[in-house]
């Protein structure tokens, strides 16, 4: 066991036994690792311990079961995030992405600052649905998926109204739309803004503004790309479709 000096985002928590926590934090030396919070309700560390709360933490890191929380300073929590349901959604779904995308106990410092950058532009008020499209196309590379939004599969044509394939993973251009007769039959700008999507700079998000068609277009192919690269089937992401139901009438 060592002791350790770490900044972290705490995932998750959930009980334990009768009065104990198990606390899921994302560090940004250290990977992901499962804590163990003895008597949590009376705790120092109760506060620090929800979702969504950033701390530079002291820690005891056991490489082969649970670590320890020894201590913690400057914390900052998401306050606009939690106080509006929809925001609340699409960050826990994000946060869930980023804890299925790697194994604990691996480093990801470039993951841990774009999880905590996304956070704060969220939190900031930058619109939630388009920062979750382009978390979910740039966590893609992580479950071992790199797909090409930039040229078309068979004559590497740039700049075209491309259209996807599932088929061969990669955009069509209208010369190549016949290869798949099966072919996703996309509106040009969706593949145009994955491939802005894919190497777009946390400066130029402040610039991106998508009308709601758009981004249901959007959503409906990255949804089906998930569907297919991925399988996950993750909680939080059935509760954001579950809210885009009913969500107009809460509105
Ligand atoms: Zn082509």
Redesign the pocket.
Known sequence: MISKDARGIVLYNRDFRESDKLVKIFTETDGKRMFFVKHAGKSKLTAVIQPLTVADFLLKLNDNGLSYIDDFREVRTYQSINEDLFKLSYATYIMALADAAIPDNQVDAPLFAFLEKTLSLMDEGLDYEVLTLIFEIQILERFGVQLNFHE?A??H?VGLPFDFSFRYSGL??P??YDKDDKRSYLDPNVPFLLDRFQSVSFDDLRSISLKDDMKAKLRQFIDAVYEDYVGLHLKSKKFIDDLAKWGDIMK
């Open positions: 078309c068979f004559c044509r069509l251009c010369e190549h």
